[in-house]
Structures are given as C-alpha cells and as structure tokens.
C-alpha cells in the first residue's frame, strides 16, 4: 500500500488563516461548498457563469488561527474514456507548509498492493498540477500575487516535494544497492529525482532521499510520520529558497536592464519613460521580496525540533535526517537572501537618485527655454509697442494725406480739368482771393477733423476685441465616445487636435455656436473641448464669450452646456443642473 505527501510552502500568516476559514466556512453550521479563484464581476446577478473545473471542499479540522484540514475532490475534466477519482487530503498550516496527501488505490489495472514507479510518476505529474489548481482557488489575491511574482508568472508549474510513504519495495535491497546507476536508481529518479543518499533504517525498513523528493519503504515506516513530516516541512522551505534565489538574479538583470538605459538615455528619447516603468516593476517586486523573507523568517522562528525517538530505528532515522542541523542551514541561507535583498534595495535607491538627477536636468533646460522664450516675446513686446506708436503716427499722416486729397479732387485735382465755376465763384474769388491764409486754415481744419473722425473709428474697432469673457473648466467626467462622435457631427468644427502617446490618446475641438436662443438670447460663445479618446473623460472645456452682448455668467454657460451634453446622452450618470438657463433649453427643446 503506497501513500502520497506532497509538500510545497506558500506564505500564510494568522490573518491569512482566519479568512480562509472564513471563506471555507469552517464555522458554519453547512461547511465547505464549490470554490474557484474566478470573481464575480455582477455579484446581484441571479447566475454566475464559471469555466468547467471546481474545487469540493469538505471541512474536517480546523483551529481558528493555526491551521486547517480539510478533503478536496477534484471535478476538473479530463480526456475522453479516462476516469479519474482523485480526493486530496489536504493540511494548511499558519507557518506556510501546504500538504497533500493522497493513498493509492489502484492506477489503471494496478492495485494498491502493486504499484509501479513509472505509473507513479505519472500520477505525481497529475498531483502536482491539479494541487497547483486547486490552492490557487483557495488563496487569497494577495498570496497569488506572491506566488506569481516569485514564479515569474509560472506559478501553475511550480515544483513540489514528494514523498512516498510504502509497506513494502521490491525488490528489497540494502540502501546503497538502489544507487547502482542502473535500473534501479533510473526507476527512482522519476519519482524523487536525482538520489542522493540511501540508508537502511532498522532490519526492515529503507530511507532514499532524493533531490525533489524521498521514498520511506517498509513495514515500519507509518510509525515515523511525525519525524518524516517535521523534515518534509524543512525540505519544502529548503526547495522554495532555491526559487528564492534565482528570482534575485532576475530582479539583479532588471537593475541592470535600468542602468543601462539611464547611462544611455541621451541616445534615445523613450528610455526615461522605460527607465520609470522599469524601476516601479523593481520597486514592487523588491517590496514583496521582503514580504516572503519576513514571513520565510517568522514561519523558522516557530518551528521547533522533535526529540529523539527512544527506539534504535526512530535513533537511526533522527540521526540520518540531522533535522537540528538542517533547520540551521535554512536559517542561514535566509539571513542571506536577506543581504541580497537588501543590497537589491539599495541599488533601487541609487538608480532612483541618478533618474531623479536625470529629471532635474531635463526641467532645467525646459526652464532655461521657457525663460529664453519668455525674454524673447517681452523684447518682441517692446519692439511692437515702439511699432504702434510709430504706427498710429504714420496712420494719421496717411489720413491726414487722404483728407487734402479730397479737397485737391473736388475741383478735379490733378486730373488736367479745367476748375468748375462753382469753384472759382464760391471759393476763389470770396475766400482764396480776399482772405489770405484763410483756405489754409480751413484745409487744417478739415485735417483735424478728419483724424478725429479716423481715431474714433479705430478706438471703436478696437473695443470691439476687448470684454470677453474667458472660461476653462476641469470636468474629468466620464463620457460616451459614441454619443460624443454624433454631438460633434453637428457643430461647425473649425480646429480638431489630436495627440497620441503609448499610453494615451488626446482630441481638441474647436468651434463656434450658432444657436443664440439656446445660449439665453445673447451672443453665442466659442467652445474648445478636450476629451480622452482611450479611455472616454471629458477633461476639460474653454469658453469665449463677448460679454458685451450676453447676460451669462460662469455658472450659467457651463449649466447650458452640460445640460445640453445630457440631452445627447454624452455624460454618463449626470442628473441636468436646475437653473433658468438649463430649464429655458429644455423647454425650448420639448418645443421644437
């Protein structure tokens, strides 16, 4: 008869514990139920649709905040004309150790009493996987995310510890003959791996200690589970450890990939934008990195080790697991990926600072053009302003140039006509002929006149340009695209902006409003909206608005206008503003 351990480790704590209680319903009166990782996105909705594949939990043991036993039944498909009953016995402990264990019943036409390795292997293939299914249903978000970072998104893979506890082996042999580099260690090796040692534990009893996992053979072995479970419990740290450490050389090549790119971000404008991305992942997977080794080192602290069995083969088998010493090299080895660790933090620091340095450098010369652009525009002013005034002075020698002409083409001018008599009677011979300088003062006269009339014209014009009223909202309201494409079809568009980058997508519309009863009777303002294409915002909205010839205010041309975007289902969820003006547009609306 062959019984089955697979150990693996996954950081729990007391908390961790309590909720998966909670969640298994331990200490409800109806325990256990069908459970998958899958979250209900609508959980009001009557029914929940999940892939094929479940996890039956029924509850047989549990402490509040210090383990959990409990039978799981497997309800994943598998191939057609294979059936497949696979209950797991399963035992979660708050210092992290997670152990299945299974009892052989038979393994196609196979017995429990005559199992052989090679369907063995087979069937630790399909433990391994459908364990790896069935914990990730149980645990927490929080813990698989632990779990996938550690594993680099492998975690469904991930390798555990075997142990196969028998009455009995054929052939029986001593413990050396099994490492023959023959058939018999070959057989072995596809159930526990690369052996390592084997020892003979009493007269009737043999102990083969492999890479990923051990064989305890013999009619004795149920009688040491104590012992082999404390060593299982060792052995699965020990295998997580070694995970462990190549993850640090994984997040050691991504400091690297960061320096790297700093050093080289001049030739390359994208590397910044990188550089950020890459030392959030560093600093996130950094932080959880600690978050294992705190719970790694706590789960250790708690552990103690059993005493010595008084018996000869219980002496043997404490003496050849040396779990004393064991228990210390594991401690050891995570006081040093804690110096890996840390050493990985501080080189995130270093590589934050030079980024930092980096980012000052780049708003520096952004200042520098910002400031040599703002000294070029207030020369740029000074030199206008000068221009005005030399300007407005050339404008009225031009006007005053315009008025003698006049006079001058009154009487023909220079056209080669003889002078009209009208002329000669009603200006020559009374003014010109009889009064010196007297057509001179009225020519002047008429120059000042003129020029005033010119300089009035011009103050008109330009007052026309000033008393507007400018707007800009920050809405960062969510919106239908769709909706918001068809509002647009029906406004004189006269400036569209668009800017696209990796991560966004941004749209600028211009244009002016045509519909004055809509805008309270009074001038119609000028809209600019600014909208997130990529995920549907509304950010933001500018007005112009000529003051001049409209009573509304701010409050009033924004009511309008988002009421207006509710009346074409643009803003989601958005209940219209109450105001004269947004209730003068929807009567109007109702009207037409």
């Not at 840390?342 to 080189?347: V, Y």
């Not at 909205?541 to 206008?561: A, N, P, T, W, Y």
Request: charged share 25%; with cysteine; net charge negative.
């Amino acid at each position: 008869h062959v019984s089955l351990l697979v150990g693996e480790w996954i950081p729990f704590g007391s908390n961790q514990i309590v909720a998966l209680n909670e969640r298994l319903g331990a200490m409800d009166r109806c325990q256990g139920g069908l459970f998958t990782s899958k979250i209900d996105n609508d959980p009001t909705a009557t029914q929940f649709k999940v892939p094929t594949g479940l996890t039956q939990v029924q509850i047989l043991d549990y402490d509040l905040i210090g383990c959990i036993n409990f039978e799981a039944e497997i309800n994943y498909p598998e191939a057609e004309g294979i059936v497949q009953v696979e209950n797991f016995g399963m035992h979660l402990n708050v210092d992290g150790t997670i152990m299945y264990g299974l009892k052989i019943e038979a393994i196609m036409e196979r017995k429990a009493d005559d199992i052989s390795l090679d369907m063995l292997s087979r069937l630790l293939v399909d433990v391994q996987k459908d364990s790896s299914q069935i914990i990730n249903d149980l645990l927490s978000a929080y813990q698989r995310s632990l779990l996938n970072m550690i594993f680099c998104g492998d975690q469904k893979n991930r390798c555990k510890y075997n142990m196969v506890i028998s009455e009995a082996i054929d052939p029986k042999l001593n413990g050396e003959e099994y490492m023959d580099r023959g058939d018999n260690e070959n057989e072995l090796k596809q159930v526990i791996g690369d052996i390592q040692n084997a020892y003979n534990i009493g007269a009737d009893d043999v102990l083969i200690l492999g890479r990923d996992g051990m064989l305890f053979a013999g009619p004795n072995s149920r009688r040491h589970e104590p012992l082999l479970l404390f060593y299982l419990s060792l052995l699965v740290r020990e295998m997580f450890i070694r995970v462990f450490f190549v993850r640090t050389f994984v997040l050691d090549d991504l400091l690297k990939k960061v320096r790297t790119l700093i050093m080289e971000h001049e030739k390359d404008p994208n590397n910044i934008p990188k550089v950020r991305t890459l030392l959030n992942t560093a600093s996130r997977d950094i932080i959880l990195l600690q978050e294992i080794l705190s719970y790694l080192f706590e789960s250790l602290q708690i552990m103690e080790v059993p005493e010595r069995p008084e018996d000869e083969a219980g002496g043997t088998l404490y003496k050849v697991l040396n779990m004393a010493n064991m228990k210390r090299d594991v401690l050891i080895r995570v006081e040093d990926l804690t110096k890996l660790v840390q050493g990985a933090q501080h080189e995130l620091q270093n590589l934050s600072t030079m980024t930092d340095v980096i980012n000052t450098k780049q708003l520096e010369d952004v200042f520098k053009n910002v400031e040599a652009n703002t000294k070029y525009l207030v020369d740029a002013s000074a030199t206008n302003e000068r221009a005005s005034a030399s300007l407005e002075v050339m404008q009225m020698i031009l006007a005053g140039m315009f008025a003698f002409d006049i006079i001058d083409h009154i009487s023909g001018g220079t056209m080669g006509l003889s002078t009209p008599w009208w002329v000669e009677q009603w200006i020559n011979e009374p003014i010109v002929a009889r009064f010196p300088f007297l057509w001179f003062a009225i020519n002047i006269a008429w120059l000042v006149l003129f020029c005033f009339a010119v300089l009035r014209v011009m103050r008109y014009l330009a007052d026309l340009s000033t008393g507007f009223l400018t707007l800009r909202v920050k809405v960062n309201a969510k919106i239908n695209l769709d909706k918001m494409d068809q509002y647009l079809a029906d406004k004189p568009i006269d400036i569209t902006d668009s800017m696209e980058e990796p991560a966004m997508a941004i749209k600028k519309v211009a244009w002016q409003e045509r519909d004055r009863a809509l805008w309270g009777g009074g001038a119609a303002p000028k809209v600019e909206l600014t909208y997130d294409v990529q995920y549907g915002f509304l950010l933001s909205v500018l007005f112009q608005l000529d003051k001049k010839r409209s009573e509304l205010d701010e409050d009033g041309l924004m009511r309008i206008f988002t009421a207006s975007l509710a009346e074409h289902g643009v803003l989601e969820d958005y209940d219209p503003p109450r105001s004269k003006y947004a209730n003068k547009y929807k009567q109007e609306t109702i009207e037409d």
